[in-house]
């Protein structure tokens, strides 16, 4: 029940442990990856512990046990598969999708170029998504980036130039230490391999080298002279080195926003207008639609 779970003080310390560990990052997480914390920092010793840590969290979690809640963590199991529901009446359904439904459409058709945000530092994900354009799809590539991502983005950047025959600028962001050099380096190799792969497979070969000219991949930072420039402290861990995240947030945002050098936002207002006199005419469409089903 809520306010009645009292741990004892070694449960209690593990508790507050483990919350520091959802709170420490920007995104949601199972009990899973919580139990996986605290062992490899030494809160766990074994990994029996799990079922029951697993205790724990639920009692915390179903008794509100000061900050846990029951939607703290992210559910690792499947979600029940909804069948036969819906509005119960055809007008209900009309209503519904005029209230919800908006037009969406390619905010890149007035761009002078096409503009993806790569970066290594996952866990700071919330600040490129708040100082880059709403528009600008974001990657993270929490450390080495994955086969099956590196093929999507081949998918994505050659389906873009496909459709808007712009220039393409991928700009990158990512720690300046040997690893974070490479990374970028090798995540391209593969990326422009794929892309030429996806072009021979349509018979487009030809087209490859169009796309070569009209592509572009910019690291931003953190480049030789951002340390001094930006006074970035060293990472103590690896002298010499330098980590994204000792970046202070103006430095970081300094550069994040050169993407919008590569931006037309008058370009972007006018999909909004044209997206927002689609959504008003559609709106009215089923309003008048709505009367008609009334009786059905």
């Given amino acids: 029940m809520i306010g009645t779970y009292n741990p004892t003080p070694e449960v209690a310390n593990l508790l507050d442990q483990a919350y520091d560990y959802v709170r420490s990052v920007p995104y949601s997480v199972t009990a899973r990856w919580v139990f996986y914390r605290l062992l490899q920092d030494g809160y766990l010793d074994k990994k029996a512990d799990y079922k029951r840590l697993l205790g724990f ?143 021979r497979s349509e018979e487009e070969a030809s087209r490859y080298d169009s796309f070569e000219r009209y592509f572009k991949f910019i690291r931003v930072g ?13 990472n103590p861990e690896r002298p010499g080195t330098y980590q994204w995240e000792a970046l ?7 550069l994040i926003e050169q993407a919008d050098k590569y931006l037309d936002p008058d370009g972007f207002e006018v999909v909004r207008d044209t997206e927002q006199k689609v959504t008003e005419a559609f709106q009215e469409v089923m309003d008048e639609l709505a009367e008609d089903v009334k009786e059905w």
């Fill in 57 to 199: 969290l639920s009692k915390a979690r179903k008794g509100f046990y000061k900050s846990w809640a029951p939607w703290t963590l992210a559910d690792d199991t499947r979600e029940a598969i909804l069948r036969g529901d819906g509005p119960t009446f055809p007008q209900d359904w009309v209503e519904l999708m005029a209230d919800t439904v908006t037009c969406e459409l390619n905010r890149w058709t007035h761009q002078p170029n096409y503009v993806e945000v790569w970066f290594e530092a996952s866990a700071m994900a919330s600040q490129f998504e708040f100082y880059t354009n709403e528009n600008i799809t974001l990657l993270a590539f929490h450390g080495d980036i994955s086969i099956p991502e590196k093929w999507k983005s081949a998918v994505r950047l050659y389906s873009c130039w496909k459709e808007l025959q712009v220039p393409i600028r991928v700009l990158y962001y990512g720690d300046l230490d040997p690893k974070g050099l490479q990374i970028p380096r090798s995540a391209l190799v593969d990326v422009l391999d794929f892309i030429l792969a996806i072009a």
């Fill in 222 to 234: 953190i480049n030789e002279d951002h340390p001094a420039l930006y006074n970035i402290p060293e």
């Fill in 248 to 254: 202070d947030d103006l430095a970081a945002r300094e």
